[in-house]
């Protein structure tokens, strides 16, 4: 039978580079999908909220619209060779979906627009929103009750009201490109220097690679799908999610658990103080974390038990547990600034070769899919640009600098994790924090004397940033998408464009249905929401209200929090010394911070100990060899997860009545 990859069989040295014809069919194909995508997200996932939205991570649709190509260009090819796709154009379009999809959802385009727009709404007399509104500049938000209330309510045509809205748009549609380019040459910068020096693996490329007949465990390409243990893991996830699904319809049919709240095992004496903690099982996340290294994945599940203990402890000598001690959140905020200072302090020597070819004007450095000389202009212009978007906004650089700096770090950590583990978490950062860092160490009043009120309001006026960490998204997928194009050798001009063209279109459709969609139905009534919006505007209004309530009973410093975000802070280096110093410690600086990032309920904690536990049965019992012969189970678990509740069930919960599907996400 022929494989879905036609140059498979072919020397590497024996591929032609793409041609422009080819390119082009492969970049309308991907306009296409992108726009059907979210049509679907403006009918289903908006109007009505009758579906929860594409999910980002792990990029389950494009998983599938890939799978789709490669299988139907496979068939077409017998009907004529022309009719046929390449793979290369396939993991173009992949690329270019992962990307752009995610800007219309959750973490993208809807994180943004309610703070551009829902102060004017909800001001009354019971908040500071009018107040808070008289700092923002007018042409970073239209502020006109007759163009805002429409778009909340629904106008009566369901004409979008364009004018206003066009100016601000085109401004903050800029900013989200112009940081998005900037990200990818801070990815080109650092990425090649970890693959030359560690090889890392990007173990959620695996999928993809085995689609295309390049993985790097086990059967690859149709024999992957022929595998019979892929399909056993595939049928295993399949069962699970029919199960969870069926029980959401009739509580009486049997099904195994996704997730199980312990509380009600620890509520005598002082096992409360372990309290909150739940033990899920995901099919999707134990079958990615069988790649994780194993000294991650065991680094995850044992830190955070034993910050549980911890938490037991103090709990026992009077401490507030729960959400208070031992400060996960906290001590992750201080570890991930610590563990990206880390990073670019042991790529040093290569950014500042990476600098002399830009200035030498070397065009094939260790840069893929940029030059060196775009590298550095990329991020001096994307640095320059910030400062001068601050400066004109009455952001005081003494707040914008450290406020821009933090998620830079952060997501200098995001694609590490990414690169290193695979993991598919969409929360795989301290959230928020880049904003409460500001709030702990300063208190509101510190925070005003560095940057006014104008200042404390501009914290939370980019606190979408902070919270749905755009830009981290992004720069995991520009690293995956540029490991798997370099490895496929496609042209630098074409990937550098297609993840170019993947920001600016998907931005543009995001705005465009969601907007279409706030004046249709209106944004209080979006994603099932009532008076106050569905969860992106509720999470706005209630940062707002926070703001309102420091401005009129300012904050003072919280010390002691501040004390653990330094705890955080020295923590990692230490681990990272210690791993350095001896080779078989078994905690890994990734893993502390995965178990803390999330607070105290990391939902992927116990899939990591079940990954964990298997990988360790598997090993001792059937060496390297047996391990690698049960990727293709592994992956098959992902596979059918990602399909049965990200594809299949999508579309079903969008067809069917809200009331049938509201209590399962």
């Keep these: 039978m022929q494989q879905i990859a036609s140059h498979e069989d072919a020397p590497r040295e024996a591929i032609a580079p793409l041609s422009l014809r080819q390119t082009a069919w492969a970049f309308a194909l991907s306009v296409l999908l992108l726009v059907l995508a979210n049509l679907f997200v403006l009918h289903y996932d908006l109007g009505g909220g009758r579906s929860y939205g594409i999910r980002d991570v792990p990029p389950a649709l494009p998983w599938f619209l890939l799978l789709v190509l490669l299988l139907g260009s496979a068939g077409l090819s017998r009907i004529s060779h022309r009719l046929g796709i390449d793979h290369r154009q396939a993991l173009l379009i992949f690329g270019f979906l992962s990307l752009a999809i995610p800007l219309s959802g959750f973490m993208g385009v809807r994180s943004i627009l309610p703070h551009l727009s829902l102060l004017q709404y909800y001001a009354d ?73 560690e090889h890392l693996s990007y173990p959620m490329l695996e999928l ?94 044992a830190i955070y038990l034993l910050y549980k203990v911890v938490a037991l402890v103090g709990g026992s000598m009077g401490l507030q547990t729960g959400n208070a001690f031992p400060f996960y959140q906290e001590q992750a905020t201080g570890g991930y600034i610590a563990y990206g200072l880390l990073l670019i302090w042991g790529a040093r020597r290569h950014i500042a070769q990476i600098w002399r070819m830009a200035l030498r004007g070397e065009r094939d450095g260790e840069s893929y899919p940029l030059t060196p000389r775009l590298v550095v202009l990329g991020i001096m212009g994307g640095a320059l640009f910030v400062l001068v978007w601050c400066y004109f906004n009455g952001f005081t650089l003494k707040l914008a600098l450290p406020y821009f700096l933090i998620p830079l770090l952060y997501v200098t950590v995001q694609i590490r994790i990414r690169a290193e583990t695979g993991m598919p978490l969409g929360w795989d950062y301290p959230f928020g924090t880049q904003k409460t860092i500001f709030q702990r160490v300063l208190g509101t009043d510190g925070i005003i004397s560095f940057g006014g009120e104008r200042g404390l309001v501009m914290l939370s006026y980019y606190s979408w940033l902070s919270r749905y960490n755009f830009l981290g998204h992004t720069a995991a997928y520009q690293i995956d998408n540029s490991t798997l194009w370099e490895e496929h050798r496609i042209q630098r001009r074409r990937a550098a464009g297609f993840i170019a063209m993947a920001l600016i279109i998907g931005l543009v459709l995001g705005f465009y249905v969601h907007m279409t969609a706030y004046y249709e139905w209106g944004a209080s009534l979006l994603q099932g929401g009532s008076l106050y919006g569905g969860a992106n505007t509720q999470v706005a209004r209630a940062e707002y209200m926070g703001l309102s309530a420091e401005l009129l009973a300012p904050g003072t410093r919280d010390l002691t929090r501040t004390i653990y975000i330094g705890v955080g802070f020295l923590l990692v280096p230490m681990l990272t010394f210690v791993r350095k110093s001896f080779l078989r410690f078994p905690l890994h600086p990734l893993g502390f911070l995965l178990a803390t990032c999330y607070g105290p309920t990391p939902y992927y904690w116990s899939d990591s100990f079940l990954a964990w536990v298997a990988k360790t049965l598997i090993l001792k019992l059937g060496g390297a060899g047996a391990y690698r012969r049960l990727v293709p189970f592994f992956l098959g678990m992902v596979l059918g997860s990602a399909m049965a509740y990200d594809v299949v069930w999508m579309v079903i919960r969008a067809l069917l009545p809200e009331g049938l599907v509201r209590g399962y996400v």
């Design 208 to 301: 993809p690679r085995q689609f295309i007949g390049a993985g790097v465990y086990g059967h690859s390409g149709r024999g992957f799908l022929r595998d019979p243990l892929m399909w056993v893991g595939f049928a295993a996830a399949i069962i699970v999610h029919a199960g969870d699904i069926l029980k959401h319809f009739n509580p009486g049919i049997p099904a195994i658990p996704g997730s199980t709240d312990l509380a009600p095992l620890l509520t005598e004496g002082p096992l409360r103080h372990l309290l909150p903690l739940r033990f899920t099982i995901s099919p999707l996340t134990i079958g990615a974390a069988y790649l994780v290294p194993q000294h991650v994945l065991f680094s995850v599940w």
């Design 125 to 197: 007399n019971d908040n500071e929103f009018a107040r808070i509104a008289d700092h923002i500049p007018d042409y970073l938000m239209p502020k006109d009750m007759a163009v805002i209330i429409p778009a909340y309510e629904g106008s009566d045509s369901g004409l979008v009201m364009w004018g206003p809205w066009v100016g601000p748009l085109v401004l903050w549609g800029t900013f989200m490109v112009v940081l998005g380019l900037a990200t990818l040459c801070w990815v080109s910068l650092l990425r090649h220097y970890w693959n030359r020096t």
